[in-house]
């Protein structure tokens, strides 16, 4: 019967290809960008995927730093198989012990063609006395196309012998190809099929699978065994496995297998390919411990209220209260009228209470009626703000988790508890860093140029009253004197037309009109101050909120994004890994270099 085979993709198929040396090609970008994903993420990737993924970066460039042109294939199966049949039908040679007492083959056996380093087989761990040089003069012509091929025999991997199994287990993730015998009375054997071959999907064009001993069979029966055991494998996620039929008693299929180690000893890249495949089940492992996105920690749900949270926990609205009332106390000062504003110094000042920085209130209050604008004031101590109560604590506590929680929930299980346990500050941290924070907000505003004209009107107002108020007080005195009266300015119609009685005297009109302009002045200037003052405590409300919202980032969300940034690092070098891997450019949000100024790593 003549040898059968799938369509597409596996050893043999015109796959392969040589490639330039590693640290040029996309494999070994891909195994520093896997190194480097596993450096970052560290202990928020799942343990046993990252375990496993360091075994693949160890065994990669284990196995391509020595000799990666040369091929290794190991023959793998049960026992009774007529695995070590076949090697020696392939190697030409009677290399592999057959005998009647199963199991036979107890250590890995190997049969070298050409000149293969030492070092190669002393990375798989083949004893010495185990190996053998396909070297002869008789057939050097037709044995030339396999040189640079180690061929494994494997012992059973249904073996009693525990040492056996382990044997195949270590050889069967480091061979460059696995041959997989199977015979008609074990092809589907559990053993072979849950233990091995299904977790081989990211593996189908390193693998080959030989339905041996097929001369017991007739061709009809040898068929439907051939069909089955192609429908196990596809259910195993196989479909694109290569499968031969071979008889290594009457030599069926053995030139067919031959020829398929040949193309992947010329190609020069079974290596290669083995650790491409061991790579891409690693990242299909690993992909799993990332999301596909990360969120924004300043957007995420209940960011804005942990800056609430925070804006009064640092004492804002108090001190956003005290400097309106400042302001307020200033303004009327300097624009009220003159003979009662020293009324609004018995008031204290309220940023004074707080220890803050005095603003143009304080200054202007403390400052004569007509003094000039003041200046700010940036000198600040530490303030007397009140410090935050249990309860204000207890809202910050609240929301950071929340924004803690808004984050986590977008990631897989070990990035969010990261995410949370970075979301925990020192209270006394926190505390003296609002504090701070307080503290480098200048308070003071210069005073408007309206301040001064106001101040001037109501003086000239004021000595308008004071000179009336004498004036008529000097007529009263001569009046209860008893003595002549100087004539009386007056200010309105002239004497003697039909008005004049509606002329008001001027030291009245002085008194009077003092008096009533100025309350009106004081009445008109203490709307605007307070006007002023307002726009003042929602203009430092913002700035307090800015500065608030930095101690935000520094202590609590800065924490969370470098979770995130981790995050984002580790993700971007497995999609860079497996892109390396299928030829595609990685979506990368910046150079590595780039990340990590900005984690400031």
Sequence with gaps: MSASTTTAGGPGAGGWADEPDLPTTPLGTALAELEHALDVGGDALDPAAAASARQVLERARGRLASDPGASVVALAGATGSGKSSLFNAVAGLTVATVGVRRPTTSHPTACVWGDVPD?????????????????????????????????????????????NRLQVDRLVEMADLVVWVAD???????????????????????????????????????????????????????DRVRLL???????????????????????????????????????????????????????????????????????????????????????????????????????????????????????????????????????????????????????????????????????????????????????????????????????????????????????????????????????????????????????????????ASLAVPLPTLLLVGGVLLGWLVALVAGRAVRGRAERLRRDLRERLREAVAVVAREQLLDAVADVLDRHRETRESLAAARSQLVGAPPARSGSRLGRLVRRGR
């Design 119 to 163: 070092e190669l087989l002393d990375w798989l761990e083949v004893p010495r006395r185990h190996r053998t040089e396909r070297v002869s003069e008789l057939d050097a012509d037709t044995e030339a196309v396999l040189e640079g091929l180690v061929l494994l025999d494997l012992p059973d991997y249904d073996s009693t012998t525990v040492s």
């Design 184 to 238: 008609p009375q074990k092809y589907a054997d559990a053993a072979l099929h849950d233990g091995y071959l299904r977790h081989l999907a990211d593996h189908q064009d390193v693998v080959l699978v030989v339905l041996n001993q097929v001369d017991t069979l007739d061709d009809a029966s040898a068929a439907v065994c051939e069909a089955d055991l192609r429908r196990l494998l596809a259910a195993d996620g196989l």
């Design 245 to 499: 039929t071979t008889s290594a008693r009457t030599g069926q299929g053995v030139g067919a297998l031959r020829r398929v180690l040949t193309d992947l000893v010329q190609a020069r890249s079974a290596a290669r390919r083995r650790s491409e495949a061991d790579v891409a089940a690693a990242l299909r492992a690993l992909e799993g411990s990332v999301a596909e996105s990360e969120p924004d920690v300043e957007q995420t749900d209940g960011a804005e209220q942990l800056v609430d949270a925070l804006a009064v926990a640092a004492g804002v609205p108090a001190i956003t209260d005290a400097v309106r009332g400042s302001e307020v106390r200033a303004g009327r000062a300097r624009t009220g009228w003159p003979y009662t504003r020293w009324l609004s110094r018995l008031r204290p000042d309220p940023l004074k209470r707080l220890h803050l920085g005095l603003g143009s209130a304080s200054q202007g209050a403390a400052g004569e009626v007509g003094a000039g604008p003041s200046t700010p004031s940036t000198s600040l101590t530490r303030t007397s703000v009140p410090v935050p109560t249990p309860s204000q604590r207890a809202q910050v506590s609240t929301a950071a988790r929340r924004v803690a929680d808004a984050a986590a929930d977008q990631l897989p299980a070990r990035w969010g508890d990261e995410v949370r346990a970075a979301a925990g500050p020192a209270e006394a941290d926190l505390a003296d860093a609002l504090d701070q924070a307080v503290q480098t907000v200048p308070l003071a505003a210069p005073s408007p140029r309206w301040w001064s004209a106001a101040a001037a009107l109501q003086l000239v107002l004021a000595l308008c009253v004071a000179v009336g108020a004498l004036w008529l007080l000097a007529l009263g005195v001569l009046g209860w004197l008893q003595l002549p009266q100087p004539p009386l300015p007056r200010v309105g119609p002239a004497p003697g037309s039909e008005y």
